[in-house]
T-cell receptor, first 119, second 120 residues
Framework: GAVVSQHPSWVICKSGTSVKIECRSL??????MFWYRQFPKQSLMLMAT?????????EQGVEKDKFLINHASLTLSTLTVTSAHPEDSSFYIC???????????????FGPGTRLLVL | AQTVTQSQPEMSVQEAETVTLSCTYD???????LFWYKQPPSRQMILVIR??????QNATENRFSVNFQKAAKSFSLKISDSQLGDAAMYFC?????????????????FGTGTLLAVQP
């Protein structure tokens, strides 16, 4: 199956700093990537959808200026948590989907997630 | 708007036995995809099985099979010969088959999950 990597796998930072999380599709081109947040024992909450070369579409209630998303290439999307605060501590998961023609376009593949702890 | 409901927050099964996880969904669309994802303690989301709504035949993947009832909008997952490694949170998900960038048509709609325990 398709592989999606995410880096870093965990990060601890001080309140007020910014943290960047990278998501890469390793063996397919992903025109669309998704960023989720997951709280313990809960389902995934979609934060935003990013399409290569265009602005991300944010879900209602997600602060665009706080969670900056860049999808600069067909294999890389980044999520930057700006001026992080303890309430931003969470598990962040990215997901990638291939465009039509690659045989897997209807399926989303997920990265292993990033645990963020803001002190 | 589409919704996905998993009415079983927790399930338990004996090793080597069979268990069925329930999922129902609501949609007015006729063409869509359904998925079961597994999230073990590592929290890596793993695709278990997928079903295209236009296919009448139920999807199977080794010990995993689905019972897709389109008219009833039901999509249950059966795990046969359960193994300790099957213990995980299982999420049912829906996605419209309509193409397009951004917007609701591209989203995976997840259920709330079923936590499966496998007893040795």
């Amino acid at each position: 199956g398709a592989v999606v990597s995410q880096h870093p796998s965990w990060v601890i930072c001080k309140s007020g700093t910014s943290v960047k999380i990278e998501c890469r599709s390793l063996d397919f081109q992903a025109t669309t990537m998704f960023w989720y947040r997951q709280f313990p024992k809960q389902s995934l909450m979609l934060m935003a959808t990013s399409n290569e070369g265009s602005k991300a579409t944010y879900e209602q209630g997600v602060e665009k200026d706080k969670f900056l998303i860049n999808h600069a290439s067909l294999t890389l999307s980044t999520l930057t948590v700006t001026s992080a605060h303890p309430e931003d501590s969470s598990f962040y998961i990215c997901s990638a989907r291939a465009p039509p023609g690659q045989g897997i376009q209807e399926t989303q593949y997920f990265g292993p997630g990033t645990r963020l702890l803001v002190l | 708007a589409q919704t996905v409901t998993q009415s079983q927050p927790e399930m338990s099964v004996q090793e080597a036995e069979t268990v069925t996880l329930s999922c129902t969904y609501d949609t007015s669309e006729s063409d869509y995809y359904l998925f079961w994802y597994k999230q073990p303690p590592s929290r890596q989301m793993i695709l278990v099985i997928r079903q295209e709504a236009y296919k009448q035949q139920n999807a199977t993947e080794n010990r995993f099979s689905v019972n897709f009832q389109k008219a009833a909008k039901s999509f249950s997952l059966k795990i046969s010969d359960s193994q300790l490694g099957d213990a995980a949170m299982y999420f049912c998900a829906y996605r419209s088959a309509r193409l397009g960038y951004g917007g609701a048509t591209n989203k995976l709609i997840f259920g709330t999950g079923t936590l499966l325990a496998v007893q040795p």
